[in-house]
């Protein structure tokens, strides 16, 4: 796979999307088009960031497609986002973000809910650069809620 950026067509991206079955939603402050797919019986949906703006990809530099485990009652995402850099062809991005929105699609089945305040879910908080701290549990509703478990 090459490093070079590549533009994929934003029709190509939005009918790959469809025949995923994910569907376009609006999210508040943001500009790009977000596609979004529910999981059955969850509150839960996977979010894929486009970089589609006014019809148009981004041009490149440190954009990427981003897909996430989405929150649908707090709007809001529930875990980091997991970047596909728009690098190979056409074809193989398409797959990978694919593949990443089936991974993603599979972390709902293991999303613990919050004890204490039951509208939140446990998520890894992990340690950035040098910081002296371990990685541990918390509430996706921090600060409201701080509950933590190691």
Request: glycine share 6%.
């Given at each position: 796979?090459?490093?070079?950026?590549?533009?994929?067509?934003?029709?190509?991206?939005?009918?790959?999307?469809?025949?995923?079955?994910?569907?376009?939603?609006?999210?508040?402050?943001?500009?790009?088009?977000?596609?979004?797919?529910d999981i059955p019986a969850t509150n839960f949906s996977v979010a894929i960031f486009?970089?589609?703006?006014?019809?148009?990809?981004?041009?490149?530099?440190?954009?990427?497609?981003?897909?996430?485990?989405?929150?649908?009652?707090?709007?809001?995402?529930?875990?980091?986002?997991?970047?596909?850099?728009?690098?190979?062809?056409?074809?193989?991005?398409?797959?990978?973000v694919r593949d990443r929105a089936r991974k993603v699609w599979g972390l709902a089945?293991?999303?613990?809910?919050?004890?204490?305040?039951?509208?939140?879910?446990?998520?890894?908080?992990?340690?950035?650069?040098?910081?002296?701290?371990?990685?541990?549990?918390?509430?996706?509703?921090?600060?409201?809620?701080?509950?933590?478990?190691?």
């Amino acid at each position: 796979m090459s490093n070079t950026f590549t533009a994929v067509p934003a029709d190509t991206f939005i009918a790959e999307m469809s025949d995923m079955g994910f569907v376009e939603r609006s999210i508040e402050r943001t500009k790009e088009a977000v596609f979004f797919r529910d999981i059955p019986a969850t509150n839960f949906s996977v979010a894929i960031f486009s970089t589609i703006e006014n019809g148009e990809m981004r041009d490149s530099g440190a954009d990427a497609v981003k897909v996430t485990l989405w929150n649908n009652k707090k709007s809001r995402p529930i875990a980091s986002e997991s970047r596909i850099n728009r690098v190979g062809n056409v074809a193989d991005i398409l797959t990978r973000v694919r593949d990443r929105a089936r991974k993603v699609w599979g972390l709902a089945k293991h999303v613990h809910h919050c004890e204490r305040c039951s509208d939140g879910v446990m998520v890894l908080r992990k340690p950035k650069g040098n910081a002296k701290w371990k990685a541990f549990k918390g509430c996706s509703n921090f600060p409201t809620c701080k509950n933590a478990e190691r």
